[in-house]
C-alpha cells in the first residue's frame, strides 16, 4: 500500500515544470508535471514516485501531517527517514 505525506511547495521552477517541497522537514524536488491547476508556493500536494498528482486543502493536509507525526513518534531516527523519503516513491506492494 502507498501512502503519500502532504508536503508544502516552498518553491516553483516554471522552467523545469519542478518543485522544492517540505515533507515534515525534509527538502526535496519533485515533479508538477502532472497537476491541472497551477501549483503556488504554499500549497499543499500529494506526492507519488517523485511528482505531485494533486494540491490537497491546508485542513486536510494538516490533520494528515498530525497522524503521521503521532506514527513517526513511534519509530526510532533511521526508521523515520526512510519512512518519509521512501514512503512517496512506492514501487507497488510485495506483500499481496
Known amino acids: 500500500m ?6 508544502r511547495v516552498e518553491k516553483i521552477d516554471k ?5 522544492i517541497v517540505d515533507t515534515l522537514g525534509v527538502k526535496r524536488e519533485v515533479g508538477i508535471d502532472f497537476i491541472e491547476d497551477e501549483v ?13 498528482m494533486n494540491i490537497i486543502s491546508k485542513e486536510d493536509a494538516l490533520a494528515s501531517i498530525e497522524t503521521y507525526k ?3 513518534e513511534k519509530m526510532d ?3 523515520r527517514k526512510r519512512a ?5 516513491n512506492c514501487q507497488g506492494d510485495s506483500s499481496q
Open 2 to 7: 502507498c501512502l503519500s505525506i502532504p508536503s
Open 15 to 19: 522552467e523545469k515544470c519542478t518543485a
Open 40 to 52: 503556488k508556493v504554499g500549497d499543499f500536494v500529494l506526492i507519488h514516485i517523485g511528482f505531485a
Open 70 to 72: 503521532e506514527i513517526l
Open 77 to 79: 531516527e533511521e526508521e
Open 84 to 88: 518519509i523519503l521512501d514512503g512517496d
